[in-house]
């Protein structure tokens, strides 16, 4: 007899839609951090994720060798798990301090160790769990809505488009379109679960 094929609880129903949504406020940011403050690797893990563009299964492919000896201002290139071509990333000084603060209580500190392991295991953490951990960060900080593996890194880009002012305000939707390797502006917004200005201004012109 066949096996019945399970279906994972994070996927939505056949013909349905989910739109993973950013982190877009700056108390929830803070409030993460403070429930995480007893918990350093997942800290890391969600501080990193939140500053960088990375995919889930990027971030947790990384090993202690690739990122021992960073700091800020230093670069990270990884192997991007979608088109398996490199990509590198900046790390600012708060995604460097994070690895560094996690890396000094690491228990496996080997450069082929990862960096992010399974507290059962000791391997590397896989997607899956990682999801349900995001979720479990958001509920705990009272965030209502649908979070999941795109969350942290649609965070950082929802963040760089509402919240750089060093970048002049023309050039921040380019650069994050080719940080994400999308084609079109509205490809970007879209992720970003972002209205461009044109549109909601229009929605604001007329009222019925």
């Not at 960096?115 to 769990?129: D, E, I, M, N």
Request: proline fraction near 6%; include cysteine; charge should be positive.
């Amino acid at each position: 007899m066949p096996l019945k094929r399970l279906r994972n609880s994070n996927h939505p129903k056949a013909g349905s839609t989910t739109k993973v949504e950013p982190i877009r406020d700056l108390s929830a940011i803070a409030a993460i951090k403070k429930n995480l403050s007893a918990r350093p690797r997942d800290l890391c893990l969600f501080t990193l994720g939140i500053n960088t563009a990375y995919r889930a299964n990027e971030l947790l492919s990384i090993r202690v060798g690739q990122v021992a000896h960073l700091s800020g201002g230093d670069t990270l290139d990884l192997m991007q798990s979608k088109n398996q071509r490199h990509r590198m990333i900046t790390l600012n000084g708060t995604a460097a301090n994070a690895i560094q603060d996690w890396l000094k209580l690491h228990p496996g500190p080997e450069d082929a160790a990862p960096v992010f392991p399974s507290q059962r295991t000791r391997k590397a953490l896989t997607v899956s769990p990682f999801i349900n951990m995001v979720k479990s960060w958001c509920r705990e900080a009272d965030l209502k809505g649908n979070y999941g593996s795109h969350t942290l890194r649609k965070t950082w880009g929802y963040h760089q488009l509402r919240g750089n002012t060093k970048t002049p305000p023309h050039l921040v939707l380019p650069l994050l379109m080719e940080a994400y390797g999308h084609a079109r502006q509205q490809q970007t917004l879209e992720y970003l679960c972002i209205q461009s200005d044109e549109v909601a201004r229009l929605f604001m012109q007329v009222e019925l």
